[in-house]
């Protein structure tokens, strides 16, 4: 074995010798140095379903570093549950905990010194913080993926957290009674786990599995399910042989594994925030992608998954179906994955779905053949427009008619909005338009669940249309546009839009566009005044400071 950073930085010497004293005090042995010291970054926490299953996977991973040579050293990670956050101030905090999670993960493993570690996450932006803190660490590491949940039940119907914000809109809009309603609230989360659709969470686990940086199947196993604990501790053992063979991140995660990933994305039909974290994480790689990129693989990629929240079913659905392999096997055989690609298993992907069934089961109508996908192309569309000219993130699954053009209703938060659609002021044919919102105004790209989820439930998802320079939910669909960018706080032209514009948004020709004259946009200019900041302390603050924009990930590190 290669001589392990640890070892070489705590045995140089007598002056090394307090260094080994500290890990005397932990129950360390003579012949543990030798051994390679590996991070369990444990993202377990009572605070939200998603992370509350994560402990006895990170004692799982523990047993397995053990089990194979190895020395286990837990640290801690925060999350914000975005479920919880929805509608609030505090949902200002969800993208912000991507980057302290990333800083986390970065500052444990760089500060000791690790060999390698094991991410272990849940809710939305642990997934995206987890990866960005391995590839900027750059030492051997896997990402163990808390599981998804089981799904509620009430009535017959499978229920799941965006049951209940669809139930506000039905319920306000007298479409439901305050029984079904309370009884949906209380039902459509029934235990632990990260939401159970093709949202955020299990998205970005899907990717990552497709990236090579997570083992295969893992990505939508249920957290109650003794096959999630069995696989975090094989993803351990995985780990510490790539320990043994020098295996990083980096050498992983190249512009083709990205390729892979996003044609994942785009076959399950996932959600919108793939692409701001993907550009995020490619920036940590040190990987050339722009969002044209999503709009590339997007144009040659069929979405073959049925999967909520356009479609019928959930991750549990999608993992007895066959999974994330089955998806890109069919993927493989079609031409639309780089077979060559390493993953941490050592193996190449051709290699690791060798066993896989070229097509799909009969007997199940979660994953399509690719000659008769849901769409022949993927689901997440990169707009540009004078709207937009930086590019934005549209989602057109589900939509009969994805273009719309109409007079525009303007505010400058979501609490605003979302008064209006629950008041009826807002009716067929309206384009609302939510500012102020982005990664530097907002602060924090704050996700718009709540709004789309009363529109969707008043039965206005496919005739309103919303745009914002926020984000949204991976529970969100309908007519909406998302990370517009420049954003509003920045002098983009959505600032500028006033009460009644018209504007058009046409997913088939890729265009946002507000039709108004640059003459008069030119006028409008010359009156506008950026907003006083939100925030002038604290993480928030730092935050709105040093955001890049939407249309390269809001990251905080972009510097040239």
Same mark, same amino acid.
């Given at each position: 074995?290669?001589?392990?950073?640890?070892?070489?930085?705590?045995?140089?010497?007598?002056?090394?010798?307090?260094?080994?004293?500290?890990?005397?005090?932990?129950?360390?042995?003579?012949?543990?140095?030798?051994?390679?010291?590996?991070?369990?970054?444990?993202?377990?926490?009572?605070?939200?379903?998603?992370?509350? %299953?994560?402990?006895?996977?990170?004692?799982?991973?523990?047993?397995?570093?053990?089990?194979?040579? %190895?020395?286990?050293?837990?640290?801690?990670?925060?999350?914000?549950?975005?479920?919880?956050?929805?509608?609030?101030?505090?949902?200002?905090?969800?993208?912000?905990?991507?980057?302290?999670?990333?800083?986390?993960?970065?500052? !444990?493993?760089?500060?000791?010194?690790?060999?390698?570690?094991?991410?272990? *996450? %849940?809710?939305?932006?642990?997934?995206?913080?987890?990866?960005?803190?391995?590839?900027?660490?750059?030492?051997?590491?896997?990402?163990?993926?808390?599981?998804?949940?089981?799904?509620?039940?009430?009535?017959?119907?499978?229920?799941?957290?965006?049951?209940?914000?669809?139930?506000?809109?039905?319920?306000?809009?007298?479409?439901?009674?305050?029984?079904?309603?309370?009884?949906?609230?209380?039902?459509?989360?029934?235990?632990?786990?990260?939401?159970? *659709?093709?949202?955020?969470?299990?998205?970005?686990?899907?990717?990552?599995?497709?990236? $090579?940086?997570?083992?295969?199947?893992?990505?939508?196993?249920?957290?109650?399910?003794?096959?999630?604990?069995?696989?975090?501790?094989?993803?351990? =053992?995985?780990?510490?042989?790539?320990?043994?063979?020098?295996? &990083?991140?980096?050498?992983?995660?190249?512009?083709?594994?990205?390729?892979?990933?996003?044609?994942?994305?785009?076959?399950?039909?996932?959600?919108?925030?793939?692409?701001?974290?993907?550009?995020?994480?490619?920036?940590?790689?040190?990987?050339?992608?722009?969002?044209?990129?999503?709009?590339?693989?997007?144009? =040659?990629?069929?979405?073959?998954?049925?999967?909520?929240?356009?479609?019928? @079913?959930?991750?549990?659905?999608?993992?007895?179906?066959?999974?994330?392999?089955?998806?890109?096997?069919?993927?493989?055989?079609?031409?639309?994955?780089? $077979?060559?690609?390493?993953?941490?298993?050592?193996?190449?992907?051709?290699?690791?779905?060798?066993?896989?069934?070229?097509?799909?089961?009969?007997?199940?109508?979660?994953?399509?053949?690719?000659?008769?996908?849901?769409?022949?192309?993927?689901?997440?569309?990169?707009?540009?427009?004078?709207?937009?000219?930086?590019? !934005?993130?549209? &989602?057109?699954?589900?939509?009969?008619?994805?273009?719309?053009?109409?007079?525009?209703?303007?505010?400058?938060?979501?609490?605003?909005?979302?008064?209006?659609?629950?008041?009826?002021?807002?009716?067929?044919?309206?384009?609302?338009?939510?500012?102020?919102? *982005?990664?530097?105004?907002?602060?924090?790209?704050?996700?718009?669940?709540?709004?789309?989820?009363?529109?969707? %439930?008043?039965?206005?998802?496919?005739?309103?249309?919303?745009?914002?320079?926020?984000?949204?939910?991976?529970?969100?669909?309908?007519?909406?546009?998302?990370?517009?960018?420049?954003?509003?706080?920045?002098?983009?032209?959505?600032?500028?839009?006033?009460?009644?514009?018209?504007?058009?948004?046409?997913?088939?020709?890729?265009?946002?566009?507000?039709?108004?004259?640059?003459?008069?946009?030119?006028?409008?200019?010359?009156?506008?005044?950026?907003?006083?900041?939100? @925030?002038?302390? *604290?993480?928030?603050?730092?935050?709105?400071?040093?955001?890049?924009?939407?249309?390269?990930?809001?990251?905080?590190? &972009?510097?040239?």
């Amino acid at each position: 074995m290669k001589i392990n950073r640890r070892s070489a930085n705590i045995t140089e010497g007598t002056a090394r010798a307090p260094n080994r004293s500290m890990y005397y005090a932990l129950g360390y042995e003579e012949g543990d140095f030798k051994k390679p010291m590996v991070g369990v970054a444990n993202g377990h926490s009572t605070i939200t379903p998603c992370n509350s %299953g994560l402990q006895k996977l990170a004692d799982a991973a523990v047993e397995g570093i053990e089990a194979a040579g %190895g020395n286990a050293q837990i640290f801690g990670t925060p999350t914000i549950s975005d479920g919880m956050a929805m509608g609030t101030e505090g949902m200002k905090y969800s993208l912000v905990s991507r980057e302290v999670i990333a800083d986390c993960i970065e500052t !444990c493993v760089g500060g000791q010194w690790m060999d390698g570690v094991v991410v272990v *996450g %849940g809710c939305d932006k642990n997934m995206p913080g987890g990866m960005m803190g391995m590839l900027r660490a750059n030492v051997p590491a896997i990402y163990v993926y808390g599981g998804t949940i089981l799904p509620g039940h009430y009535k017959g119907q499978d229920l799941n957290i965006v049951s209940v914000f669809e139930a506000v809109g039905q319920f306000s809009a007298g479409k439901m009674s305050e029984e079904d309603f309370c009884q949906i609230e209380r039902r459509a989360i029934p235990g632990p786990g990260s939401c159970g *659709g093709m949202y955020t969470a299990n998205t970005m686990s899907s990717a990552f599995e497709a990236l $090579g940086l997570s083992l295969p199947y893992s990505s939508t196993m249920a957290n109650p399910h003794d096959e999630k604990m069995n696989s975090a501790k094989e993803s351990a =053992r995985v780990l510490v042989e790539a320990i043994k063979k020098d295996l &990083k991140p980096r050498d992983i995660v190249t512009k083709q594994a990205i390729e892979n990933a996003v044609a994942v994305i785009m076959a399950t039909g996932g959600s919108t925030n793939a692409v701001l974290h993907f550009l995020a994480i490619a920036h940590a790689a040190g990987v050339e992608w722009t969002i044209d990129d999503f709009e590339r693989v997007r144009q =040659r990629t069929p979405v073959l998954c049925d999967l909520k929240p356009s479609g019928r @079913y959930l991750a549990v659905d999608l993992h007895r179906a066959g999974g994330i392999p089955q998806v890109m096997k069919v993927l493989l055989k079609a031409g639309l994955l780089h $077979g060559d690609c390493m993953t941490i298993t050592g193996k190449t992907i051709a290699e690791s779905l060798a066993e896989v069934p070229d097509v799909p089961r009969a007997d199940q109508d979660v994953i399509r053949t690719i000659d008769k996908p849901m769409y022949a192309q993927g689901h997440l569309a990169i707009l540009r427009g004078n709207l937009s000219p930086e590019g !934005c993130v549209a &989602k057109i699954t589900g939509l009969k008619n994805p273009t719309i053009t109409g007079p525009a209703r303007v505010f400058d938060d979501e609490q605003s909005a979302l008064a209006a659609i629950m008041a009826n002021k807002i009716v067929a044919g309206d384009v609302m338009v939510l500012r102020y919102l *982005g990664p530097k105004g907002g602060p924090g790209m704050p996700e718009m669940l709540a709004p789309t989820g009363a529109l969707i %439930g008043q039965g206005l998802g496919e005739s309103v249309g919303l745009v914002t320079d926020g984000r949204f939910s991976g529970g969100t669909w309908g007519m909406v546009v998302g990370h517009v960018a420049p954003e509003a706080y920045e002098g983009g032209n959505i600032a500028l839009v006033n009460e009644g514009d018209s504007i058009t948004i046409d997913a088939r020709t890729l265009t946002l566009q507000l039709n108004v004259s640059d003459e008069e946009l030119a006028k409008r200019r010359q009156s506008w005044k950026r907003p006083s900041p939100r @925030y002038t302390r *604290g993480v928030l603050a730092k935050f709105a400071m040093n955001a890049s924009s939407a249309s390269s990930g809001a990251v905080l590190d &972009k510097f040239d």
